[in-house]
């Protein structure tokens, strides 16, 4: 009788081949309640990272607080400038109300000239009775000297509404009121207020500050329409409505920086863990398999790294190399798969003598045949697990690093978090709002990642590798 054909076997059904025993963890670890709760505590930190820009809400360069004119919110987003306009911090009492003092940051014309506007663009049916109020003062005009407050409904048609010129510097700065419903047609989405400088006294200065339409509508005592800005930074603000977390020292919102800096932290503890247990593994691997002058001149190259001191010979290359993603990437990378390799290479070892083996040797089957439907399939389990609790040690590493002064200043994550607050002061200023969340969130992942690492460890390889030996 004629043998029948074999049935081809599809790609599929050889994939599955190999990648079934990656998920045979999962029934042993569905049963532990550590293990789930670790996983839940991780998969929640990374959703938060992932929806970060939905979560967080500011943006992670968000300031409160007028720097310059690119970075204040209240200035920078709101006015459109030309000329000789900037920031400053002087300030003084309002000459209408002595206790009304201007302590941080409006806007100057100097020497030259300049030009500013923005749009409030007064369009609801129920405002009445507009009025532009703000605060200026002149100081050191000379004849020619002036700086003019306009107003237009159409950003073409300009009205003058105010004019500062010599006599008019007194250096006291003056509430000013002006009726906005003398322009026609004023209840316009195009409503601009502009004030433009033409000073070439070198001495010559002008001030602006707190500029708002204020309105007699129900339930509007005074309102800034075009946006709900906060003209003036609020350094190391508790907890609050507005920032969840507080702000900064420099005004940033601390929860919008958390949600952001959790990607970069995540980023570099998965990137590195996953070339960290790579590595390792696929020299352990060809390593224990092949064994010969290849696994000793590893085994001796990995016994020698492993008794260096690893943290100062860190902190020594990242010293070297300047700090950045890419250095700590580098770092712990190159340091880091010695101990993994030395696992890997112990269970191939044992593993390779398994009867299953020889008999795949004895058909004829390939080394690397052999090496990934058997070996690999067999050392799954140990490399998930120390990948899993790679990642804790590469995150604290990471922190460790960036406290230290040696992480990414343009990529922040939880351990540069703690390095600025601590060089800004918020651990001697009490802002704990700002360190205590990084290094909350450092240690719970860290916990989270170690439940797992060690619940794979105690249900998946250890019983396993019991399972075989019987």
Not at 60 to 69: A, C, F, L, N, T
Not at 84 to 93: F, K, Q
Not at 150 to 158: E, F, N, P, Y
Request: include cysteine; charge should be negative.
């Amino acid at each position: 009788m004629q043998g029948q054909e074999p049935v081809p076997v599809s790609w599929w059904a050889k994939s599955k081949q190999f990648i079934a025993p990656l998920f045979a963890w999962w029934p042993e670890f569905s049963k532990s309640k550590i293990g789930l709760a670790g996983l839940v505590i991780a998969i929640t930190f990374i959703l938060v990272a992932l929806f970060a820009p939905v979560l967080a809400t500011h943006a992670p360069d968000y300031r409160d607080v007028s720097i310059g004119w690119g970075n204040g919110l209240y200035w920078g987003s709101a006015w459109t400038n030309q000329g000789s306009v900037n920031i400053t911090n002087e300030g003084e009492p309002y000459e209408d109300d002595p206790t009304d003092v201007v302590v941080e940051y409006h806007v100057r014309f100097q020497s030259g000239a300049g030009f500013i506007e923005r749009s409030f663009g007064l369009t609801n049916p129920l405002e009445t009775n507009p009025m532009l109020k703000f605060q200026a003062k002149a100081v050191s005009f000379e004849d020619g000297d002036e700086v003019i407050c306009r107003i237009s409904a159409d950003g073409k048609t300009w009205s003058t509404a105010q004019i500062w010129e010599n006599g008019d510097d007194d250096d006291k700065y003056r509430l000013y009121e002006i009726d906005l419903s003398t322009i026609p047609d004023w209840r316009s989405s195009n409503l601009r207020v502009g004030f433009e400088s033409d000073m070439s006294s070198p001495d010559a200065v002008f001030y602006l500050d707190n500029v708002v339409v204020a309105l007699s509508a129900p339930g509007q005592a005074s309102l800034s329409p075009a946006d709900d800005f906060e003209p003036y930074g609020k350094k190391f603000e508790p907890p609050s409505r507005t920032h969840l977390l507080g702000t900064t020292a420099l005004a940033e919102d601390v929860w919008s920086r958390l949600a952001y800096a959790g990607r970069i932290s995540l980023f570099i503890g998965i990137v590195a863990s996953l070339a960290v247990v790579a590595l390792g593994s696929t020299i352990g691997i060809f390593a224990g398999y092949f064994g010969g002058i290849i696994d000793e001149v590893l085994t001796r190259v990995a016994d020698i790294m492993l008794v260096l001191p690893q943290l100062p010979l860190m902190i020594i290359l990242a010293a070297l190399m300047g700090p950045g993603m890419n250095t700590i990437l580098f770092v712990v990378i190159v340091l880091g798969w010695t101990h993994i390799y030395r696992q890997i290479r112990a269970l191939t070892l044992s593993v390779k003598q398994y009867s299953f083996v020889e008999a795949a040797k004895a058909v004829g089957a390939s080394n690397i045949r052999i090496i990934i439907q058997h070996i690999m399939p067999n050392v799954a389990g140990i490399i998930i697990a120390n990948f899993v609790l790679e990642v804790v040690l590469v995150i604290m590493l990471e922190a460790g690093l960036s406290f230290l002064g040696l992480g990414d200043p343009l990529h922040e994550s939880w351990g540069t978090m703690l390095y600025f607050s601590q060089n800004w002061g918020a651990f001697s200023g009490g802002a704990w709002w700002w360190w205590m969340p990084p290094g909350l969130c450092i240690a719970l992942l860290g916990m989270a990642f170690s439940f797992i690492g060690n619940t794979l460890n105690d249900r998946f390889v250890l019983r396993l590798g019991s399972r075989r030996k019987g």
